[in-house]
């Protein structure tokens, strides 16, 4: 992952927090008590097959996104809602993501949520 493909998806991310259901699921957990700056979302080198990833941890919750996996500006959108949504659920209903019952409910809602399903 080059100096270029990081800048390219952090340039693509800056575009995608300008997406209206990223700022309202933002605002939403922020009502919640848990916001999100800026950085918040962070572009990482990881394998192409990794896209993007919320990473739970009661002290820095944080978004990765790859920037290898996200060819185009659609897929990065729909790929940082869906993460904010798990985002949102790990605030507001304290998933735990090491129990299946709570991770496939939480999947279930961020491909809803994210527009995955739309298509």
């Known amino acids: ?52 990833g919320f990473v739970p941890d009661d002290e820095n919750s944080h978004i990765v996104v790859n920037p290898l996996a996200h060819q185009s500006q659609d897929n990065l959108t729909i790929s940082l809602r869906h993460e904010l949504v798990h985002a ?12 299946c019952v709570h991770h496939a409910c939480t999947e279930i809602r961020a491909a809803n949520l994210s527009g995955e399903c739309v298509k």
């Open 88 to 99: 949102l659920d790990y605030c507001r209903a304290e998933v735990n993501f090491d129990d």
């Open 1 to 52: 992952c080059s100096a270029a493909d990081i800048q390219r998806c952090e340039e693509k991310l800056e575009h995608a927090l300008d997406d209206s259901h990223v700022k309202f699921l933002r605002k939403t957990l922020l009502e919640h008590g848990c916001p999100v700056p800026r950085t918040f979302f962070r572009c990482i080198a990881a394998p192409k097959d990794a896209g993007a």
